[in-house]
């Protein structure tokens, strides 16, 4: 049975940075990403990488935030530095077996998520 904990959310202001963890159990599969859903929006992906360290980020957070992996661990991580008030949101972790190239932000491609993490950044 997979399971996705997320941990690490919490409140900064802007500018601040947090690390968000990603703890995977029953899982050694190909991909794992970062989603983020505000209020109204539609759930959005960030940041991904493969079990080779190939990463994706999505425009929005590229030269902010890193996304990386400890494989013994079976955890994967996302340093988010000189946030902003519109990177308020629910952060979840995404896993999926397949190699899912340009599909990585798709959030319908993913088989297994976890419940999600606050993040809320203020001026």
């Known amino acids: 049975q997979v399971q996705l904990v997320e941990s690490g959310g919490g409140s900064v202001q802007a500018g601040g940075s947090l690390r968000l963890s990603c703890k995977a159990s029953?899982?050694?599969?190909?991909?794992m990403t970062w989603f983020r859903q505000a209020p109204g929006q539609r759930r959005e992906g960030i940041a991904s990488?493969?079990?080779?360290?190939?990463?994706h980020y999505d425009d929005s957070v590229k030269g902010r935030f890193t996304i990386s992996r400890d494989k013994p661990k079976n955890t994967v991580y996302l340093q988010m530095n000189s946030l902003k008030p519109e990177d308020t949101a629910i952060y979840y972790c995404a896993a999926d077996f397949r190699y899912l190239e340009a599909r990585w932000a798709d959030a319908n491609e993913y088989t297994y998520w976890g419940q999600g993490t606050q993040v809320t950044v203020s001026s």
């Open positions: 029953g899982f050694n599969g190909y991909c």
């Open positions: 990488i493969d079990s080779d360290g190939a990463t």
